[in-house]
C-alpha cells in the first residue's frame, strides 16, 4: 500500500472517529488531514533510513577494531597491551555516539526542538 493511501486511510479514520461516519461538522478537508499524516510517516521512515546506516557503520567499525594487527610480527606484551586499550577506548566513544544518536532520532518531534 502506497505512503498516501496509508495517510488517506489513517486521516480518514480519525475525522470518523471525531465527527462520526458523516464526517457531518468537518471544517477541514480529508486531504489536509493526509498530508499531515503522511508528513509524519516521512519523518519515521527518514529516522529509521539513519538509524539503518548508523547500524551498519557500526558494525563495521567493530568488526574493523576486533580484527588481529595486520603485521606477520607478533607484538611485545606492552604493544599490545597498547593496542587493546586504544581500541577499547575507540570502542566506548563509538558506543556513546550510538547511544546519543540513537536516543536522539528516537524522541518525538516536539522533543527534539
Not at 73 to 91: G, H, K, N
Request: some cysteine; overall charge negative; proline content about 5%.
Amino acid at each position: 500500500m502506497a505512503q498516501g493511501q496509508i495517510a488517506t486511510g489513517v486521516a480518514e479514520e480519525i475525522l470518523r472517529r471525531i465527527y462520526g461516519d458523516d464526517l457531518l461538522g468537518c471544517k477541514v478537508s480529508l486531504e489536509e488531514i493526509a498530508l499531515i499524516v503522511q508528513e509524519g510517516l516521512k519523518q519515521d521512515r527518514h529516522h529509521q533510513r539513519e538509524l539503518n546506516e548508523l547500524y551498519e557503520k557500526t558494525i563495521e567499525a567493530v568488526s574493523l577494531l576486533s580484527a588481529p594487527p595486520p603485521t606477520q610480527e607478533v607484538p611485545t606484551p606492552e604493544q599490545l597491551r597498547s593496542m587493546l586499550s586504544e581500541r577499547l577506548d575507540a570502542i566506548q566513544k563509538l558506543a556513546r555516539k550510538v547511544m546519543d544518536m540513537t536516543a536522539r532520532l528516537q524522541k518525538p518531534a516536539d522533543e527534539s526542538g
